[in-house]
T-cell receptor, first 109, second 111 residues
Framework: AQRVTQPEKLLSVFKGAPVELKCNYSYSGSPELFWYVQYSRQRLQLLLRHISRESIKGFTADLNKGETSFHLKKPFAQEEDSAMYYCALNGGSQGNLIFGKGTKLSVKP | DGGITQSPKYLFRKEGQNVTLSCEQNLNHDAMYWYRQDPGQGLRLIYYSQIVNDFQKGDIAEGYSVSREKKESFPLTVTSAQKNPTAFYLC??????????FGQGTRLTVV
């Protein structure tokens, strides 16, 4: 079964500290993985995707097929990073998007 | 101005009533999705459609119905059979296996 697991509901860090939001997936084929972010009072939007191997707003995420993980990392958190983060899997021939339950990141001054 | 639009922003429903949430996109995307967002539950897939006149049930389809008569429109009806309809509903669209774009959402409250 296709599944995305985000084990942390809430992650609280201080400004300048490193942050890692965990995401594990279950999928039998070659998955396409994404991180979406929802800032307060804004619509859900794409942060980054694994195929791009890019860094957006200082965030990176590496797909680890051996550990079936796609953790989101940032070396120095900023207050404006406070938001809800969702890991998503796009798999199967029908391409339906499956989301994890989300992690609320709170960056304190 | 391209995008995906949900209406209304807020909707109130009486017990036993059906209500329909609108979702329109002008991005020429093939796929459209409906999600329900509850605190602590993340986004749960209700229905999705990859092509006009075809749609598939998601994880929590019971009590909901959809139609896809036009590429740009994917309305969601919350029927009286849905026992706990109060939630935030999100519509999204995408080209196959590429980034999804989301609407601003509709908050439905049963009164």
């Amino acid at each position: 079964a296709q599944r995305v697991t985000q084990p942390e509901k809430l992650l609280s860090v201080f400004k300048g500290a490193p942050v890692e939001l965990k995401c594990n997936y279950s999928y039998s084929g070659s998955p396409e993985l994404f991180w979406y972010v929802q800032y307060s009072r804004q619509r859900l939007q794409l942060l980054l995707r694994h195929i791009s191997r890019e860094s957006i707003k200082g965030f990176t995420a590496d797909l680890n097929k051996g550990e079936t993980s796609f953790h989101l990392k940032k070396p120095f958190a900023q207050e404006e990073d406070s938001a809800m983060y969702y890991c998503a899997l796009n798999g199967g021939s029908q391409g339906n998007l499956i989301f994890g339950k989300g992690t609320k990141l709170s960056v304190k001054p | 101005d391209g995008g995906i639009t949900q209406s209304p922003k807020y909707l109130f429903r009486k017990e036993g009533q059906n209500v329909t949430l609108s979702c329109e996109q002008n991005l020429n995307h093939d796929a459209m999705y409906w999600y329900r967002q509850d605190p602590g539950q993340g986004l749960r897939l209700i229905y999705y459609s990859q092509i006009v006149n075809d749609f598939q049930k998601g994880d929590i389809a019971e009590g909901y119905s959809v139609s896809r008569e036009k590429k740009e429109s994917f309305p969601l009806t919350v029927t009286s059979a849905q026992k706990n309809p109060t939630a935030f509903y999100l519509c999204a669209s995408s080209m196959r296996r590429v980034e999804a774009f989301f609407g601003q959402g509709t908050r439905l409250t049963v009164v």
